[in-house]
C-alpha cells in the first residue's frame, strides 16, 4: 500500500509538474542530502543548498521516500485497526494522506532551512501547494489500494 501510495504520488507530482499545473520545489538531492546528514547526526541546516553535497543523494531520497510512504501506510493500516469504523472508507486515507502534509510544513522544511510552511523561502506558495497536492496524490494512491486491494491484504 506504501508502495503503491508513494509511487502514485510520484507519478501525479511528474505529470503535474511538466503539465505547468504545479511548479517543482527542490530536487530529489535535498531530501537526500538532508535524510544522509541525519545518519551522520546532523538534523537542521541554516541553508541545505549551501550544505555540501554527499555521494547518492537521489538514491537517498527515493530509498527514504519510499520507506517513509511505506511506514506511513503502515500506521494508517493501525488506525483501521483501532478505529474500525473507518476500514474500507476511502474518505479515510484521503485525509490521512491529507494530514501527513504536516511533515515537510512542520519538520522537513524548518530542517532544511526554508522555516515553518517553506515561511523563509520566496517561493513559498509553490512549496505549500506542491506539498499539498503531494500529499493528497498520496491519499488518492492509498484510497486507489484500498478500492481495488484491501480486501485481499486487509
Not at 520545489?25 to 538532508?34: I, L
Not at 476500514?87 to 504536516?102: D, I
Request: proline share 6%; glycine share 8%; aromatic share 16%.
Amino acid at each position: 500500500m506504501g508502495c503503491f501510495a508513494t509511487l502514485f504520488m510520484d507519478l501525479s507530482a511528474r505529470f503535474l509538474i511538466k503539465s505547468k499545473v504545479v511548479r517543482p520545489t527542490v530536487g530529489p538531492e535535498v531530501p537526500g542530502r538532508w535524510a544522509l546528514y541525519m545518519l551522520k547526526g546532523k538534523f537542521t541546516h541554516q541553508d541545505i543548498d549551501q550544505t555540501p553535497p554527499l555521494r547518492n543523494e537521489v538514491k537517498a531520497a527515493s530509498l527514504s521516500h519510499y520507506l517513509i510512504g511505506i511506514a506511513l501506510a503502515g500506521f494508517y493500516l493501525l488506525l483501521e485497526m483501532w478505529f474500525p469504523a473507518i476500514q474500507g472508507r476511502l474518505w479515510a486515507p484521503l485525509l490521512f494522506g491529507l494530514a501527513t502534509v504536516l511533515f515537510p510544513w512542520l519538520w522537513l522544511y524548518p530542517a532544511i532551512g526554508i522555516g515553518f510552511l517553506a515561511s523563509k523561502s520566496p517561493r513559498q506558495t509553490d512549496f505549500i501547494v506542491l506539498s499539498c497536492v503531494n500529499h493528497l496524490d498520496f491519499g488518492i494512491g492509498m484510497a486507489i489500494w484500498v478500492a481495488l486491494f484491501h480486501r485481499f491484504f486487509g
